[in-house]
């Protein structure tokens, strides 16, 4: 058990639907990150959130939004969900003393009908 | 050039086998490299990571960077059909803004028993 919380595990939607992911960090970790990752694809980089501000950027889409809240918990919202958008989605957390090394969720399994 | 790159695999061995996986990179800031494992559709798990040049040990892992050469390798000792996955390298260097970080594409290997 990696310490990094991810709810819900399985998300069921329909196209043009939001929904939102959330992902709870370690203890005392205070960057967050999310990952996209289609079947049998790498791992895509969305963004990256430190103690409540973003970081870093990827190839997050537009419809796609993050925050990271004061408990430093943070949420992965998906707008006008596309067929497409169906795939895996992890957070990952560290401490970030600029070493990087990440401890992943088990993820977020979203399925877009 | 791509930020990094790792044998594609997929790599398929008998059990017993010992197993080398490798990466190289471009971008010389780099300074701590990891390695995780990936069991299908499961959150990427952290094996090892280290700092800078040089081996490091963990049962039937081995680590080695070579940062002269921009390369980083994984071995498995003794492979188990239990090793069966994907195996991911991930390096970051120091900085507090932008993305310091990358993951390689996955090498997946399959130990047959």
């Known amino acids: 058990d990696s310490g990094v919380t991810q709810t819900p595990k399985h998300l069921i939607t329909a196209t043009g639907q939001r929904v939102t992911l959330r992902c709870s960090p370690r203890?005392?970790?205070?960057?967050v990150y999310w990952y996209q990752q289609s079947l049998d694809q790498g791992l895509q980089f969305l963004i990256q959130?430190?103690?409540?501000?973003?970081?870093a950027k990827g190839n997050i889409l537009e419809r796609f939004s993050a925050q990271q809240f004061p408990d430093l918990h943070s949420e992965l919202n998906l707008s006008s969900l596309e067929l497409g958008d169906s795939a895996l989605y992890f957070c990952a957390s560290s401490v970030d003393r600029g070493e990087g090394i990440q401890y992943f969720g088990a993820g977020t399994r979203l399925s877009v009908l | 050039q791509k930020e990094v790159e790792q044998d594609p695999g997929p790599l398929s061995v008998p059990e017993g086998a010992i197993v080398s996986l490798n990466c190289t990179y471009s971008n010389s800031a780099f300074q701590y490299f990891m390695w995780y494992r990936q069991y299908s559709r499961k959150g990427p798990e952290l094996l090892m990571y280290?700092?800078?040049?040089g081996n490091k040990e963990d049962g039937r892992f081995t680590a080695q960077v070579d940062k002269s050469s921009k390369y980083i390798s994984l071995f498995i000792r003794d492979s188990q059909p239990s090793d069966s996955a994907t195996y991911l390298c991930a390096m970051s260097a120091r900085g507090n803004y932008g993305q310091n970080f990358v993951f390689g594409p996955g090498t997946r290997l399959s130990v047959l028993p």
């Open positions: 203890s005392g970790d205070l960057s």
């Open positions: 959130y430190y103690n409540g501000e973003e970081r």
């Open positions: 280290t700092y800078s040049s």
